[in-house]
């Protein structure tokens, strides 16, 4: 199988293709807590903003949290002026909801530091991939870990990452959240916008690693070219004080 060699942007794919998949986890987390009008929600790691931005489409007053300036700058583009993005939490927190959307045991420091802060009752919601074998991209993240000469991580529990941040469970649900691509091409460029191969494609030749990752989503090509992956995302409701 040729690789598809393709520019890479990892930020631009990751707006333009990877972070639409996640729109169902988004939903279920706004519905459960009544995101909307006269809601104040805090993006924690926002990436391009689309989830501040469907907050805001309900009526809630967002602003974010962004370490890669390339994709606090696609979010800032996308997001209705006034919103504010920042690199660091802020030092007082005032806001109904936070959200750690996306690998939120990375933001642990992040978490405690807003925890001490955060208003007594202020809802966090904790996500992340749901069980493996629930996960069609399981195996293709596994690529990652050996293409870099390492284990694959653990998956962090993410009531062990709210007590570490000092936070009280309240709640937990999971979603359905298949990832729809296009073709193999638009497929390969979404999954290495996630950030789960950068470590590979440092220690090794990139093309390798699109090689291999293309190699792995045949079995989700279907007739028509298109690739659909099913996966399940969890995500835990948790409080301050």
Not at 35 to 60: D, E, I
Not at 61 to 73: I, K, L
Not at 124 to 149: K, M, S, Y
Request: with cysteine.
């Amino acid at each position: 199988m040729t690789p598809t060699l393709v520019p890479h942007h990892p930020a631009r794919d990751w707006a333009e293709i990877q972070e639409r998949m996640l729109v169902p986890l988004y939903e279920a987390v706004y519905d459960r807590l009544g995101v909307g009008t006269g809601c104040r929600l805090l993006g924690l790691g926002c990436g391009s903003g689309l989830a501040l931005l469907m907050a805001a489409a309900r009526g809630a007053r967002v602003a974010g949290v962004e370490r890669d300036r390339t994709r606090a700058e696609l979010a800032a583009e996308r997001l209705p002026e006034g919103v504010t993005l920042t690199e660091e939490p802020p030092e007082d927190l005032r806001c109904d909801v936070v959200t750690a959307f996306h690998a939120p045991d990375g933001l642990l420091p992040e978490l405690l530091g807003l925890t001490r802060v955060a208003q007594s009752g202020t809802s966090f919601v904790l996500a992340d991939w749901g069980p493996p074998e629930q996960c069609a991209t399981e195996p293709v993240l596994r690529i990652a870990a050996r293409l870099a000469d390492r284990r694959p991580a653990p998956r962090p529990h993410l009531a062990s990452v709210a007590a570490a941040a000092g936070l009280r469970p309240t709640g937990s649900g999971r979603v359905a959240c298949p990832f729809g691509y296009a073709d193999e091409g638009s497929a390969v460029r979404g999954l290495l916008s996630t950030g789960a191969f950068d470590e590979a494609v440092r220690a090794t030749d990139p093309s390798q690693v699109e090689k291999e990752v293309e190699e792995a989503l045949a079995p989700y090509v279907r007739p028509d070219g298109t690739v659909w992956m099913p996966n399940v995302f969890q995500y835990l409701v948790a409080r301050a004080g």
